[in-house]
């Protein structure tokens, strides 16, 4: 019976790529389903034989940690090059674009709550 190993809703294409070369080279057979031309079904990785669901897991884990390693040394990388966009470099980048924006928000979160503040 199939069993529903990974689901691909929000899945990077490369990291879905990565998965299927790690089941592939370890004779895990799966196969995959797709959302349908209306997106009312399952992106998923499914496998073909549940015996094989807790060698895939304990591969999929290892994998996901291993990523999970390098996403945060890039990040660390980026923060030391000081190429991390936060608040605050963002500001520096656009002043005027910044004020404007916050607001916009001040100015819709007013229109929004206004009137039920009346009510009070």
């Given at each position: 019976?199939?069993?529903?190993?990974?689901?691909?809703?929000?899945?990077?294409?490369?990291e879905?790529?990565?998965?299927?070369?790690?089941?592939?080279?370890?004779?895990?057979?799966?196969?995959?389903?797709?959302?349908?031309?209306?997106?009312?079904?399952?992106?998923?990785?499914w496998?073909?034989?549940?015996?094989?669901?807790?060698?895939?897991?304990?591969?999929?884990?290892?994998?996901?940690?291993?990523?999970?390693?390098?996403?945060?040394?890039?990040?660390?990388?980026a923060?030391d090059?000081?190429?991390?966009?936060?608040?605050?470099?963002?500001?520096?980048?656009?002043?005027?674009?910044?004020?404007?924006?916050?607001?916009?928000?001040l100015?819709?979160?007013?229109?929004t709550?206004?009137?039920?503040?009346?009510?009070?």
């Amino acid at each position: 019976m199939p069993e529903l190993l990974l689901n691909l809703k929000n899945v990077p294409e490369d990291e879905y790529q990565e998965v299927c070369e790690l089941l592939q080279n370890n004779d895990i057979h799966f196969y995959q389903t797709h959302k349908g031309f209306w997106g009312l079904g399952t992106e998923a990785i499914w496998l073909k034989n549940n015996t094989q669901l807790s060698d895939a897991q304990t591969l999929l884990h290892t994998y996901m940690v291993e990523r999970q390693k390098i996403a945060q040394s890039d990040h660390q990388a980026a923060i030391d090059q000081g190429n991390v966009r936060t608040l605050f470099t963002t500001f520096k980048e656009q002043p005027v674009m910044f004020v404007l924006y916050g607001l916009a928000i001040l100015i819709l979160v007013a229109l929004t709550v206004g009137p039920f503040l009346a009510l009070l």
